[in-house]
């Protein structure tokens, strides 16, 4: 499933590594994958990033940002090489984050969760891809 594109204006954070007028688009993925993979799918994520910048003439630093993460019906986890007091080390340089928690029949935030990731428009499309998440272990 692909998200529509999103305007990333909750905050400046990336502006001077990634310029101004940054979009944003979330995917989620058919196959179901286990959550001991995250390490491995961020640094392939971090790998591709600096190929698409090495291989691409742009004027930013870091011309594209990809956060892979996995979605279950509790919650959704975000991949991050940055270390905080919330988050937990995996392996080789990767933290994992519960970025958004599922209560109530709704996506709830915490106090450290990403500015746009309180969105009605982002938990609109999350509750969508929890759905097809749902159906998909229902069939198992």
């Avoid at 692909?2 to 007028?21: H, K, L």
């Avoid at 979605?71 to 392996?91: F, G, M, P, Q, S």
């Amino acid at each position: 499933m692909e998200s529509p594109e999103f305007a990333f204006v909750e905050t400046n954070y990336y502006r001077y590594s990634m310029g101004p007028e940054l979009r944003k688009m979330l995917i989620a993925y058919q196959h179901l994958i286990d959550p001991a993979e995250l390490v491995q799918r961020k640094l392939q994520a971090n790998q591709w990033e600096l190929e698409y910048a090495a291989d691409h003439d742009h004027t930013e630093v870091r011309p594209v940002n990809i956060d892979p993460g996995y979605l279950t019906e509790a919650k959704l986890v975000l991949a991050t090489t940055k270390d905080r007091d919330h988050r937990i080390y995996l392996n080789r340089g990767i933290f994992a984050e519960t970025t958004l928690f599922f209560h109530a029949g709704h996506w709830q935030v915490r106090p450290w969760t990403y500015p746009d990731y309180h969105r009605p428009d982002y938990h609109e499309f999350l509750v969508a891809c929890r759905n097809y998440l749902r159906g998909q272990l229902k069939k198992r």
